[in-house]
Each structure stands twice: as C-alpha cells, then as structure tokens.
C-alpha cells in the first residue's frame, strides 16, 4: 500500500474526530486538531485519505492513500500517545480479518514540524495498544486461531522501539494427533540476551 502526504484534500466529507493536544505539543496544535476521513470513492468508503485541521478549521496536512476499516472518521483512533512525548498521536486501522487481527497504520506527531508522520515500527505490530502497566511501552496482539495466541510488548529506548517481551499458547499433538497439552512459551529480551521460558499444561 501506497502512504503519502499530500496538500490537497478531497472532496466529500465525514463527521470529525477531535484530538486534545498537551501544551508541550508546540504552538500549532495548542487548541487540538480534528480529524476527518474523506473516501475516495462513495462505492468503497475504506479507501481515502485523512484531512487534519486546526482549531482554526484550517487544513494543515493530508495524510492519503489510506485503508480505514471502520470507513469514518469516529473510526480514526486519536488523543493516545503511543511513544510517551506528550503528544497523541493517530493510529487508523487498516484491516481487520474475521478471527479479530487487526492491522493498523500509526501516526506520530512531530512537535518540531506540526506534522504526523507514519511510524513503520509501531504500523507493523498486529493489534496494536498501548501497555496499561508502562506508558513508555506498547504491545500487540494476533490469532493463529481460537486457542493458538501470540502477543508481544516493545518500549521506547532512545528514540527506537525495541522488542522487550514475546508470548505465544499453542495446542500440542501427538503423532497421532491427540491433544497432549498447551504449551506456553514466554520469551524476555534483556541486556542483549534471549532468555525462553517454556511450560505446557492442560489449560489455557
């Protein structure tokens, strides 16, 4: 998928999500933006673009060539802050697949140049969220299927987002395919090193 930043909206409009901004986030966003999903096309409303405007209803970017899933603008996730600089940031879900994966693109604004812009690191994690226990961490979550789950937690180091932790359940079979046990298997990275911790038990 093609991710641009324009300076031209569309035309067609939706109803506008606000975004609060914290005073620290610069002068341009003192009194918030609001955000607005404008299809490309009225026969496929998942694909467009989204238009930010200032408090003053100016447009002052265009973030195009999008997916959004939820095809308005209540859809756009702002006001959350996913890389802990006091400024929130917007996150648009791209997909989302019949067993609940979701897909995202992720927004950071930029204090220094009053612009968001797109975060490969964050828009590659599945079911991305922040960590309730450590804002300076998010984490992610994806299905294989009902009872085969992975999830993950990366943090903030120095401007990078590192992998920190990963944990996956899955059943396990025998050779001749009975159920033996599920098997929990929770990965730490620290200090350079990869330390594995696996456990099967018969629940969940």
């Known amino acids: 998928m093609v991710r641009r930043l324009v300076s031209m909206a569309l035309l067609c409009c939706c109803p506008l999500s606000a975004w609060a901004a914290a005073p620290a986030c610069g002068p341009e966003p003192r009194d918030g933006f609001t955000f607005e999903w404008v299809p490309k096309d009225q026969s496929?409303?998942?694909?467009?673009?989204?238009?930010?405007?200032?408090?003053?209803?100016?447009?002052?970017q265009v973030l195009d060539g999008l997916n959004n899933y939820w095809h308005d603008?209540?859809?756009?996730?702002?006001?959350?802050?996913?890389?802990?600089?006091?400024?929130p940031d917007l996150v648009v879900t791209d997909s989302m697949a019949a067993i609940g994966n979701e897909s995202v693109a992720a927004f950071l604004y930029d204090p220094a140049t009053g612009r968001f812009a797109y975060s490969e690191p964050l828009s590659v994690?599945?079911?991305?969220?922040?960590?309730p226990r450590d804002r300076n961490c998010v984490t992610g979550s994806w299905k294989g299927g009902a009872e085969d789950v992975f999830t993950d937690k990366h943090c903030?180091?120095?401007?990078?987002?590192?992998?920190?932790?990963?944990?996956?359940?899955?059943?396990?079979?025998?050779?001749?395919?009975?159920?033996?046990?599920y098997e929990?298997?929770?990965t730490v990275y620290r200090d350079g090193?990869?330390?594995?911790?696996?456990?099967?038990?018969?629940?969940?």
């Open 73 to 87: 603008s209540d859809g756009l996730r702002t006001g959350r802050d996913y890389n802990n600089d006091g400024c």
């Open 125 to 131: 994690i599945g079911g991305l969220d922040l960590d």
């Open 193 to 204: 090193r990869k330390r594995i911790r696996r456990d099967c038990t018969r629940k969940f």
């Open 156 to 181: 903030w180091i120095k401007g990078k987002l590192v992998l920190k932790e990963e944990y996956s359940v899955s059943p396990l079979y025998n050779a001749e395919g009975e159920f033996q046990c």
């Open 44 to 60: 496929d409303p998942t694909v467009g673009s989204v238009r930010i405007k200032a408090a003053s209803g100016q447009v002052v």
């Open 184 to 186: 929990h298997v929770r």
